[in-house]
Structures are given as C-alpha cells and as structure tokens.
C-alpha cells in the first residue's frame, strides 16, 4: 500500500538571515529505502543558525533546517526493514549504511551511500525533495533529516532504532552536539588518563567534550572561553582550570603553553567553535612532539586555516571529526544505554525548552550566550 501525503506544523526558512515562518507543509509519503518520522523533540544546534545565517556553502533555500531530533516511524517505503512504523529513533545526518568503503573502515564514519543527495537537499531516489508547500513549491532537506517539521522522510540509513523507554525529548540531543563532544574525546583523539586537555569554546560542544575528557581520566581539563559566564558550567562539567583569552595580553596559545602541566603543551586540544583563529591557537598550544588538536567547530565558506609547517613538523597533529566519529545507527543506540544507565549529564545540557512554534524564539537564545541546548515539542 503505497501512502498518502501528510499535512503538517513545519518552520521553512525562506531565504538566509530571515525569521523562520511556522507553517503547514505538506510532506509526501517515503519512497523505496525511506522513512517518514513524527518528530516528537527537536533541538537545535549552533549548525542550523550557521546555515540559516548564510555560512554554510551547503546552504540551499528555502529549505526545512533541523539535524538534532527523536521521533517515533510512521511510515516505511518498499524495501526498508531495520525500521516499522512505532519504533523510537534518532535521525542521524551522519548516515551509515555498513556497505560502504567508509563504513567498512574501522577510522571512519564518513558513510557515503547518501551524502551526495542530503548535500542536494534532496532523496535519494527520485533527486527531489518530499517536502512542498500547499501550493506545490518544493522545499529542500536539511543534512538529510530536516527535523523542524512535524513529520520528515529520511533515507533508511539514516535512522538509529532506539529503546522505546528512553525519553525523546532528552535523547534528541544525542543526534548531534552532546554525541559530537564525547566522540572527539573516546573516537578521534582517544584521551588517555593523566593527559592534559583544553577545550575552546564552552557550547553544549565544549561542555561534552570536558564531560568525556574527565571520564576518559584527563588530570587536566583547561576550559577557554571569551564569555566568562560559561566559566560556572565548565567547573561542573569537570574543567580544573578556566581561562579567558581577554584577560591576557598574549596569544592565548602561549597562556596555555606556559600553564601547561610540562611547559611544553596540553596533550590534546579541541576547537568548539568554528573560528580559524582559535583553530590555529588550539593547534599551536597542542604539546610539542605528540600534541593532538581536535577541529569540531565548522568555519563560515570561504574561511582556511593556517599555521607554520614548524608546528606540525615538531610534532603536533591536527585532526578534525564528524559526529565525533561515531558510526551512527550502530553506536547511537548505545549513547542511548549509556544515558538510561544514568552515566551522563544530558539533562544538564538542555538550558530551554519551549513549543515548537516559538522556534524564533529559541534562534535568539541560542545566540544570547545563556542558552546550551533549547528543546522544542510540538
Ligand atoms: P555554541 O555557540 O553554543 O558555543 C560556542 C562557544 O564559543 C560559546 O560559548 C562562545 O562564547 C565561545 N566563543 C566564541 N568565540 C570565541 C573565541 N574567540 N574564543 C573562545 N571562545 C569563543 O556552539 P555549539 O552548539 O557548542 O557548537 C560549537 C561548534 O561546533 C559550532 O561551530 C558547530 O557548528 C560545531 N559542530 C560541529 C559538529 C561536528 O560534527 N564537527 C557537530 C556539532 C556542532
Ligand atoms: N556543509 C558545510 C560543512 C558543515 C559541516 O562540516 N558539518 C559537520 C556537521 S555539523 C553538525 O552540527 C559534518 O559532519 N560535516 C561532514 C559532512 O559530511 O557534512 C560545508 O563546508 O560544506
Ligand atoms: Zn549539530
């Protein structure tokens, strides 16, 4: 039986640098190897202001944002079976499909059996989008999951089958922010015990990667920041040392070198912001020899970063990571376990909660300063 479109509450954005407008869309039925989900929770992340404010060289309009989500399956298309209609699930713009080259690779999660339709805003199977408005113009996807819509289609491999006990409106977080923190930590740099860690850049990024880096052992954890504010968090999350870069009058790479358990450098680095400036710092603090500095922040189009080769010929390695490594609908799950275990500071990161018509709203927190993570419900 083939199924019928669905009319519901979406927020599109129209163009760039505008208010989204909440309004009734109409969301199509899933097509082979697709999924539609009611999307129960959704957050949202630095990532959807970057694109809603012009940055991303991704960024099509006018197109349904939203990557951060739990819902429940309403539909399968032919062909899919890991899902049926009922189940509780993430979307995961990270897809993985376990078929791939990329998947197969035990260093990656860069899963490519989608990625380069979800970049188009479009499925997979027909190159178009499921989302249009009343009056037929179509509305592009977001990161493959455009989750600021009641109902969304995503491909199949971009689903993680989650316990139906856990709570969606706190496990959405686990779709992107709080996941991609603790990844950069266990996945792309390892910590080890009796490391020395600095993290720039104290979001609900920041504060994952301080949470992960204190349970992987580090005996230091210097939390950097320019909003002296985030400072209270940080100590509660695990940092030892807080530093902000506008109480000094040297680079910030040097306050850190010469705070350094050594002297010499912090074992391992993680930029959370998405600023090259502070991903040169970050890297250049990295300790000299064996240093590790994590990129997770993702820079504006246009933006390159740079550094003297010296760094890296000294010994410093620069990585970056994508949903902090994780291979999504295997690992997401166990994310999911290891919050029900009651192992983690979830709940802490969600500052906001608010309707789901007030998404306006939740834009202007997430750029206040005040705000890690704003849940909205529809
Ligand atoms: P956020 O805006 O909540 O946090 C950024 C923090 O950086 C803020 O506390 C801000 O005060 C601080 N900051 C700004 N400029 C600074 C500077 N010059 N020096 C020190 N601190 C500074 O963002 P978030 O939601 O935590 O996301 C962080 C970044 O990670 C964003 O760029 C986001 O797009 C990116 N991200 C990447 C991935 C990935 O898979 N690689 C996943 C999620 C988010
Ligand atoms: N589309 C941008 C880059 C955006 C980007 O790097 N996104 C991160 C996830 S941010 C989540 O909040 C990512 O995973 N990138 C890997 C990928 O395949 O998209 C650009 O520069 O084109
Ligand atoms: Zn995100």
């Given at each position: 039986t083939v199924g019928k479109p669905i009319q519901c509450k979406a927020a599109i954005?129209?163009?760039?640098?505008?208010p989204l407008e909440v309004t009734?869309?109409?969301?199509?039925?899933?097509?082979?190897?697709?999924?539609r989900i009611k999307i129960v929770a959704t957050a949202l992340c630095h990532t959807d202001a970057y694109t809603l404010d012009g940055l991303d060289p991704e960024g099509l309009f006018p197109c349904?944002?939203?990557?951060?989500?739990?819902?429940?399956?309403?539909?399968?298309?032919?062909?899919?079976?890991?899902?049926?209609?009922?189940?509780?699930v993430i979307p995961c713009y990270q897809a993985y499909c376990g078929d791939c080259m990329f998947c197969k690779h035990?260093?990656?999660?860069?899963?490519?059996?989608?990625?380069?339709f979800t970049g188009k805003g479009v499925m997979k199977a027909d190159e178009k989008p499921r989302f249009h408005t009343l009056d037929g113009k179509p509305l592009y996807h977001f990161m493959g999951t455009s989750t600021f819509s009641e109902y969304t289609v995503?491909?199949?491999?971009?689903?993680?089958?989650?316990?139906?006990?856990?709570?969606?409106d706190k496990v959405c977080l686990l779709g992107c922010g709080v996941s991609t923190g603790w990844g950069a930590v266990y996945n792309t740099a390892q910590v080890q015990p009796g490391t020395s860690v600095a993290v720039f850049g104290l979001g609900a990024v920041g504060l994952a990667v301080i949470e992960a880096a204190k349970r992987a052992g580090a005996s230091r954890i210097f939390a950097v920041d320019i909003n002296p504010e985030k400072f209270e968090a940080a100590k509660q999350w695990g940092a030892t040392d807080c530093v902000n870069p506008k109480d000094y009058d040297k680079p910030i790479q040097q306050v850190l070198?010469?705070?350094?358990?050594?002297?010499?450098?912090?074992?391992?680095?993680?930029?959370?912001?998405?600023?090259?400036?502070?991903?040169?710092?970050?890297?250049?603090?990295?300790?000299?020899g064996w240093g590790e500095s994590v990129v997770i922040g993702v820079a504006a189009a246009g933006k390159e970063i740079a550094t003297r080769p010296f760094q890296l010929v000294t010994g410093r390695v620069w990585k970056g990571t994508a949903f902090g490594g994780y291979k999504s609908r295997v690992q997401v799950p166990d994310l999911v376990e290891l919050y029900q275990r009651g192992e983690t500071k979830l709940d802490d990161?969600?500052?906001?909660?608010?309707?789901?018509?007030?998404?306006?709203?939740?834009?202007?927190?997430?750029?206040?300063?005040?705000?890690?993570?704003?849940v909205l419900t529809f």
């Open positions: 954005a129209w163009e760039a640098n505008k009734t869309v109409v969301v199509d039925p899933p097509q082979a190897g697709e999924v349904i944002l939203g990557h951060e989500a739990a819902g429940v399956v309403e539909s399968v298309g032919p062909g899919v079976t890991s899902v049926a209609p009922g189940d509780h035990p260093k990656s999660n860069l899963c490519t059996s989608v990625r380069a995503v491909h199949e491999v971009s689903v993680a089958k989650i316990d139906k006990a856990a709570p969606l070198v010469e705070q350094s358990p050594s002297g010499w450098g912090i074992d391992y680095t993680f930029e959370c912001i998405g600023n090259v400036e502070v991903m040169r710092a970050a890297l250049e603090c990295a300790h000299r990161y969600i500052t906001h909660t608010l309707p789901f018509d007030e998404i306006n709203k939740a834009f202007e927190l997430l750029h206040g300063g005040q705000c890690l993570r704003c």
